[in-house]
């Protein structure tokens, strides 16, 4: 109980179980930058509680300052001087070492498209399939405006005003939104590949290379058919990109 009246356990009493509350009493947990911020208001308000006054001061001070200079407190000074600069070594060390890390997931990113899906109810033949828009030469530039204002309205925030997959969500998702400015991307693909993939998105991915984890959303019951070819021209138009031709005989 002596110990309870002394200022220093008092304060040291109040870190611990601020510490414990904050870190086991919030659901779900709070991150560590959270935590510390907290801890660092707790560690001010008992400064403030303890040098209230001089003789609360006092208290507080003496057994810190009796560990530093009383003849008979040499061995814990000892102890301190060892293990203190151990922890921060070891402190330091932890936060310098490299970490183990899990092998980057090897994704197929390009699966093989189903040979046909049911889009709204209506089948469509995937497989040999080419943009129908193309087809009227003259009315291109219309389809291509009207795609550039689905893109703006449903796709910009994830792949990017400039379509390069960096858009305002982008840093949340792993995998992050496409880059239809890479070659890699719409550059090596049917344009009825990404039909299939607008259509479908995420939730539409083969089972067997799971897990995909994409955010991807599937169109299909926001966007038409014209609409989900328009936005596919303007894909291609935007970044100069010439979809891949079906080859001869498919
Ligand atoms: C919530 C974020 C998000 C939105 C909104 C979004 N996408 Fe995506 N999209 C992704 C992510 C993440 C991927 C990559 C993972 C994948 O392939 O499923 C992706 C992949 C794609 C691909 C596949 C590209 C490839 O190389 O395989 C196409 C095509 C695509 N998106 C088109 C669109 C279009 C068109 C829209 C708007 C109608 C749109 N996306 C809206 C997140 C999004």
Avoid at 124 to 140: E, H, M, V, W
Avoid at 152 to 178: E, K, Q, S, T, V
Avoid at 189 to 216: H, Y
Wanted: charged letters at 20%; proline letters at 8%.
């Amino acid at each position: 109980m002596n110990l309870l009246r002394s200022r220093f356990a008092q304060a040291v009493l109040i870190l611990i179980v601020a510490f414990v509350v904050l870190k086991f009493g919030i659901r779900p947990a709070a991150p560590w930058s959270v935590l510390t911020l907290y801890m660092a208001i707790v560690l001010l308000a008992v400064l403030v509680f303890v040098s209230s006054d001089s003789d609360s001061w006092r208290d507080f001070v003496w057994p810190i300052r009796a560990t530093l200079v009383d003849p008979n407190r040499r061995l814990a000074r000892l102890v301190f001087l060892i293990v203190l600069p151990l922890l921060f070594g070891y402190y330091a060390y932890t936060q310098a070492a490299a970490k183990p890390q899990a092998p980057p997931e090897l994704r197929a990113v390009h699966p093989a498209p189903p040979a046909s899906i049911q889009f709204r109810g209506k089948e469509i033949q995937i497989t040999g399939l080419d943009n129908p828009l193309r087809k009227d030469q003259a009315s291109y530039k219309k389809h291509v405006a009207a795609g550039a204002e689905i893109y703006i309205r449903n796709c910009m925030y994830c792949h990017g005003d400039n379509l390069d997959g960096r858009g305002h969500f982008a840093h949340g998702f792993n995998p992050p939104p496409a880059n239809f400015q890479d070659p890699g991307t719409i550059a090596m693909l049917q344009e009825a590949f990404l039909f299939w993939r607008i259509a479908k998105g995420g939730p539409g991915l083969p089972k067997e290379s799971t897990p995909w984890n994409s955010v991807m959303p599937a169109w299909e019951d926001r966007l038409t058919e014209e609409q989900t070819w328009q936005v596919i021209m303007y894909l291609y138009d935007a970044t100069g990109q010439h979809p891949r031709r079906w080859e001869e005989g498919h």
